[in-house]
């Protein structure tokens, strides 16, 4: 069974950078027909997809985050990271990973984390 947990600070300040870690079991993070994004939900909005990875380690990023956002992975954990530099109240929101099918299905999901921006 594919899980994916996510695990990060409930909280950050202001200009500081928040950094989220996605650990996956049940499959590798390297397997090449999977995608592993990060997505975000802030209150009363929609869902917002941030950035993905690729089983073969190729990424790529929403253009309004790009130049805040970055993503890591640690095979050897079976973990991918996401960055997000300069926050503001703005980034408050619930923050999800997901795995993306070879038919791009979103079809594992995280719990989510809630992350606050606050002074």
Request: overall charge positive; proline content about 9%.
């Given at each position: 069974q594919v899980q994916l947990q996510e695990s990060g600070p409930?909280?950050?300040?202001?200009?500081?950078?928040l950094s989220l870690t996605c650990t996956v079991s049940g499959v590798t993070i390297t397997?090449?027909?999977?995608?592993?994004?990060w997505l975000?939900?802030?209150?009363?909005?929609?869902?917002?997809?941030?950035?993905?990875?690729?089983?073969?380690?190729?990424t790529y990023y929403t253009?309004?985050?790009?130049?805040?956002?970055?993503?890591s992975r640690d095979t050897s954990k079976n973990q991918f990271t996401l960055q997000?530099?300069?926050?503001?109240?703005e980034d408050t929101?619930?923050?999800y990973c997901a795995r993306v099918d070879d038919i791009d299905r979103?079809?594992?999901?995280?719990q989510g984390t809630q992350v606050l921006v606050s002074a």
């Open positions: 409930g909280m950050v300040k202001p200009s500081q950078t397997a090449n027909d999977f995608y592993w994004s975000r939900q802030p209150p009363g909005k929609g869902l917002e997809w941030i950035v993905y990875i690729a089983g073969a380690g190729f253009p309004s985050l790009r130049s805040r956002t970055s993503i997000l530099t300069s926050v503001t109240p929101a619930i923050y979103f079809d594992f999901w995280g």
